[in-house]
């Protein structure tokens, strides 16, 4: 496969770096209108094509898919006339700005019969597949909760605000690893620089049988902290990103509820039990995820992360923003 890589500037580089190490990717196309960047990847990488419109991408017939890699307001545009070439899509998250802009692009790509596929890059950590697996093995038990807490100091983002930009990661590492959809939210934000654009919210979510999750996002925070809680009615996760070793902590801790109705008092029985540290295969998420959309398109299937997984995500965002701009209203799902 060829690929035509647009948008070269933060997150650009580490996909074409990726995409150089897929052994089924024969070619790289880097496109960037800004010729600084395209300078730049050129000198790092000598093996790449480089051009400065994204025309030369579509009407190129050697390349067969293209990866979207600017900013979200550009990736509807671009996704479309893509497709309308005949190139399967490989978007970056969040997959466009808007759930009708997701469905157009779903409807087209079926159409043409192309693969699309959304760069939600925490999917594809040994981490995150950890927990799914421990999840899926029923070792967690019910979820009661899942809570998320991603701060830092920015990086502000000049076209998103923050749940767009951080909350875009957790929505799909909830879906993800949770599994069904979510009942109603409500969120609360705040605009500091005045620009329109909250650069704090917490968002907050309701599933079936009791299940909450929370997130709270925040380009305002003194410290980075990327951690996520997880008490299920058997055993509980944290997941904190920023360690180096033992990301994934999983506790036999939790209560156990005895009820006594001819004392007409319910007992909580604590349970302590051991904590223990899954190993982690070490590989690079973005190295798996290119795998994983080189190997759809050749089977010509759904990938893990499909166009529709990446609507599911935008549905939420738009939820929440939604709230947010009605003062913390309900917003049914
Ligand atoms: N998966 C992740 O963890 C992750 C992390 C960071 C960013 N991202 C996503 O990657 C995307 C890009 O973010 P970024 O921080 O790299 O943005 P950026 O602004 O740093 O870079 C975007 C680049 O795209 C180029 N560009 C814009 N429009 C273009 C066009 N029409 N044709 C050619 N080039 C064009 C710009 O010149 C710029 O170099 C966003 O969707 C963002 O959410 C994902």
């Not at 600084?36 to 480089?50: H, P």
């Not at 899509?89 to 700005?97: C, N, S, T």
């Amino acid at each position: 496969m060829n690929l035509g890589i647009i948008g070269l500037g933060y997150w650009g580089p580490n996909i074409v770096r990726n995409a150089l190490t897929n052994k089924d990717i024969n070619k790289v196309f880097c496109c960037d209108t800004d010729k600084d960047q395209l300078a730049k990847i050129k000198t790092s990488y000598s093996q790449v094509e480089t051009v400065d419109n994204v025309e030369t991408i579509f009407q190129n017939e050697e390349i067969d898919a293209v990866a979207i890699v600017t900013p979200v307001n550009t990736h509807y545009a671009l996704a479309k006339a893509a497709l309308e070439h005949g190139k399967h899509i490989l978007v970056e998250k969040p997959f466009v700005a808007s759930v009708e802009e997701a469905e157009e692009i779903i409807a087209l790509a079926k159409e043409k019969n192309l693969i699309t596929m959304v760069d939600h890059t925490f999917v594809y950590t040994p981490a995150i597949k950890k927990i799914k697996e421990v999840h899926d093995k029923g070792e967690l038990g019910d979820i009661h909760y899942y809570d998320s807490v991603r701060v830092s100091l920015g990086l502000f983002q000049r076209d998103v605000n923050v749940i767009w930009d951080l909350g875009a990661h957790d929505f799909s590492i909830m879906n993800y690893i949770i599994g069904k959809p979510p009942k109603f939210l409500k969120a609360m934000g705040a605009d500091h620089v005045g620009k329109g654009l909250e650069d704090v919210a917490y968002v907050h979510i309701e599933f079936e049988n009791q299940l909450i999750a929370h997130f709270h996002l925040n380009w305002l925070s003194p410290v980075k902290i990327r951690k996520i809680l997880i008490a299920g009615s058997k055993q509980m996760i944290v997941y904190d990103d920023i360690e180096s070793s033992e990301k994934i902590k999983i506790y036999d801790k939790g209560i156990d509820v005895n009820s006594k109705e001819d004392e007409h008092k319910t007992l909580i029985q604590y349970r302590s039990g051991n904590m223990y540290s899954p190993a982690l295969e070490n590989t690079e998420a973005l190295r798996s995820m290119i795998e994983e959309f080189v190997a759809s398109v050749q089977e010509k299937r759904e990938p893990l992360t499909s166009g529709q997984n990446g609507l599911e995500v935008v549905k939420l965002l738009q939820a929440t923003q939604q709230s947010i701009k009605n003062n913390g209203e309900i917003v049914h799902l």
